[in-house]
């Protein structure tokens, strides 16, 4: 089957970094993304990522490794905007994203 | 550019009614909408996935006459929750992957619906 996990919360301090890491098993691969959801609200894109590496894009960086099915989404200087939710969502064989649970974010000041 | 937009935002119905949802690309043709669902505190799960002037894929043990999805152009795909029930009761998001997106695919999501159903 189909797999995505990652951690269910996470808490971390303004103004500090915190990586919330993404391991996959999918039928194929065509790309993994994040996303950023608050309560309430619909998910916005934040990363793509379909080569092994680190993409970065000012506070936020993503890394992919492909051969090891594990994505980082990296948040530094923390704000307390940053209080969301953070979905890493797999694009497999078929187009289709497979989406993980969510990694809930709680920052603190 | 590539805003998605939902209506409506937020919706309270009895029982047995019918609602329907509309999601509609702003400033680009979309080749393909998805419909998604989202309990509280879960993940997104998808319900169906529609390409304009054909049926809509349902997902498994998604019941088509009861959210009945039609893509009727480009920019415009609608999901009917027929004689809903407070179990339906959930946060709908709709998303569209834009023409000639190419290597990205991807996915710009509408604001969401939340359907309350009393």
């Known amino acids: 089957g189909q797999n995505i996990d990652q951690p269910t919360e996470m808490t971390a301090t303004e103004g500090a970094i915190v990586q919330i890491n993404c391991t996959y098993q999918t039928s194929g691969f065509n790309g993994l993304f994040w996303y950023q959801q608050h309560a309430g609200e619909a998910p916005t894109f934040l990363s793509y990522?379909?080569l092994d590496g680190l993409e970065e894009k000012g506070r936020f960086s993503s890394f992919l490794s492909r051969s090891k099915g594990y994505s980082y989404l990296l948040l530094k200087e923390l704000q307390m905007k940053d209080s969301a939710s953070y979905l890493c969502?797999?694009?497999?064989?078929?187009?289709?994203?497979?989406w993980g649970a969510g990694t809930k974010l709680i920052i603190k000041p | 550019g590539a805003v998605v937009s939902q209506h409506p935002s937020r919706v309270i119905c009895k029982s047995g009614t019918s609602v329907k949802i509309e999601c509609r690309s702003l400033?680009?043709?979309?080749?393909?909408m998805f419909w998604y669902r989202q309990f509280p505190k879960q993940s997104l799960m998808l319900m169906a996935t529609?390409?304009?002037?054909?049926?809509?894929?349902?997902e498994q043990g998604v019941e088509k006459d009861k959210f009945l999805i039609n893509h009727a152009s480009l920019t415009l795909s609608t999901l009917t929750v027929t004689s809903a029930h407070p179990e339906d009761s959930s946060f709908y998001i709709c998303?569209?992957?834009?023409?000639?997106?190419?290597?990205?695919?991807?996915?710009?999501f509408g604001p969401g619906t939340r359907l309350t159903v009393l």
């Open positions: 400033d680009f043709q979309a080749t393909t």
């Open positions: 998303s569209a992957r834009r023409i000639g997106s190419g290597d990205y695919n991807e996915q710009f």
């Open positions: 990522n379909v």
């Open positions: 529609s390409n304009e002037g054909s049926k809509a894929t349902y």
């Open positions: 969502a797999v694009l497999d064989s078929n187009y289709q994203l497979i």
